[in-house]
């Protein structure tokens, strides 16, 4: 990015805050959005690579095979599109928590039957990130197949940068224990929007930036923050265990602290409280 497209952390937050999207709190389900790293100045964690699903895991008459030149477009669907309208919204950022602008993202996905078309572009399509590291996708919640859970597939690319191939989920989907690809990083936070559905994810890919000298920005809304701690333990806990089936709101102690679960599921070597911030809540 030159000089004029640089912006502070304080002006990513207020521009994040004229989206609608800054409180990671008001959608639920997902993971702490980036953005909240980008208050904190903490170094972003990076968002992990996913395997692209062109070799269909099982058999299956449609796989989710990348086609590339997909047309530029923000919008997937057309006014007989079936399915439940969803829009996704987010930021591409770098290491330093600054916005990626005119990042490349390529999006593809199955239709409401869990079929992909493969003979011409529809729900395919890419766009670039705006001066500020926005973009806004405009598709379906996409239907379900064998073998795979709900899902949708992004290329991502910093302009002159190597491409991240990842996918996004949705949170609370039966399906996310058995999926042997599913990641919860990458978990989506979403919220029903009337008879739509919104969601949102913020990208972080491995692009060395210049942080900016502009002193971390403070918030006096507590709910932007992280939950406040509790020196308590949990009460009813019981000690985090994989294998272990926990419903959402059980609360469990690990190395000494209290989590609260935040969605249903069986847990994972690999997937302890702290690991897993879509999973788990720090008390």
Same mark, same amino acid.
Request: aromatic share 10%.
């Given at each position: 990015m030159d000089e004029?497209?640089? &912006?502070? %952390?304080k002006t990513v937050l207020k521009a994040a805050l004229a989206a609608g999207v800054v409180a990671p709190v008001a959608l639920v389900g997902g993971p702490a959005l980036a953005r909240t790293t980008v208050a904190s100045g903490k170094t972003p964690e990076l968002t992990p690579e996913c395997h692209d699903g062109d070799a269909p895991t099982i058999a299956q008459t449609e796989g989710p095979y990348f086609k590339p030149n997909s047309p530029e477009r923000t919008s997937l669907v057309t006014p007989g599109t079936q399915g439940t309208r969803l829009t996704v919204s987010g930021f591409v950022f770098?290491?330093?928590? $600054?916005?990626?602008?005119?990042?490349? &993202?390529?999006?593809?996905?199955?239709?409401?039957n869990g079929n992909y078309d493969n003979s011409g572009y529809t729900f395919r399509g890419h766009q670039y990130t705006d001066d500020q590291g926005r973009f806004s996708l405009s598709t379906i919640v996409p239907g379900l197949y064998p073998g795979r859970t709900r899902h949708i597939h992004v290329k991502v690319q910093a302009p002159g940068k190597p491409i991240?191939?990842? $996918?996004?989920?949705?949170?609370?989907?039966? %399906?996310?224990?058995?999926?042997?690809?599913f990641d919860p990083r990458l978990l989506m936070t979403v919220r029903d929007a009337g008879t739509a559905k919104e969601a949102a994810f913020d990208f972080v890919l491995n692009v060395r930036q210049t942080p900016t000298s502009t002193s971390n920005p403070t918030t006096s809304n507590p709910t932007t923050s992280n939950p406040p701690t509790s020196t308590s333990n949990p009460p009813?806990?019981?000690?985090?265990?994989?294998?272990?089936?926990?419903?959402?709101?059980? @609360?469990?102690?690990?190395?000494? @602290?209290?989590?609260?679960? &935040? $969605?249903?599921?069986?847990? $994972?070597?690999?997937?302890?409280?702290?690991?897993?911030?879509? &999973?788990? @809540?720090?008390?």
């Open positions: 004029d497209n640089k &912006l502070s %952390r770098g290491l330093a928590c $600054q916005p990626i602008a005119r990042a490349l &993202l390529d999006f593809w996905q199955a239709d409401v991240l191939t990842t $996918q996004l989920y949705f949170p609370n989907e039966p %399906r996310n224990n058995t999926d042997t690809i009813g806990g019981t000690t985090w265990a994989a294998g272990t089936g926990y419903s959402a709101g059980v @609360r469990v102690t690990y190395s000494g @602290r209290g989590y609260v679960c &935040l $969605q249903a599921h069986t847990a $994972q070597p690999g997937w302890e409280p702290p690991n897993t911030p879509a &999973l788990w @809540r720090a008390e």
